[in-house]
């Protein structure tokens, strides 16, 4: 059996774009994005995985127009977090579990839509 293995992976980018502030569209806006992927492989055919995300736009620069529960223009400004393990049976396939939670910063940006009615955060289970 082999040891296990740890990986590590971050990115992070920043962009601007001119007359694109929503507020002054004379005005240059920004957007920011972080991501922090951990892997800790524990054999050949069993790894577990973890990421850590987080997403800034807001003034839509990348997103495009986001409406919030009341039909309002909102940049988004959120983050995630990702849990799973992923299991090789055989060469060239794996099975892949994965639990993950996504939230906007600000509780009045409700742009999530499921069950009915807005909320600020959705899990997935994949």
């Not at 990115?11 to 004379?26: A, E, H, M, P, R």
């Not at 992923?86 to 910063?105: A, G």
Request: glycine share 4%.
């Amino acid at each position: 059996m082999k040891c296990s293995q740890r990986e590590i992976a971050t990115f992070v980018n920043y962009g601007i774009q001119k007359n694109s502030l929503l507020s002054d569209s004379t005005s240059t806006a920004d957007m920011f994005s972080a991501l922090l992927i951990t892997r800790l492989r524990l054999n050949k055919k069993l790894s577990i995985y973890s990421r850590g995300e987080y997403f800034k736009d807001q003034n839509e620069i990348l997103t495009g127009p986001v409406l919030n529960e009341f039909h309002k223009l909102v940049g988004l400004n959120l983050w995630g977090v990702t849990a799973g393990f992923e299991v090789k049976p055989i060469t060239n396939s794996y099975l892949r579990f994965e639990w993950r939670q996504i939230q906007t910063q600000d509780e009045d940006e409700k742009v999530f839509y499921y069950n009915q009615s807005y909320h600020n955060q959705r899990n997935e289970f994949i």
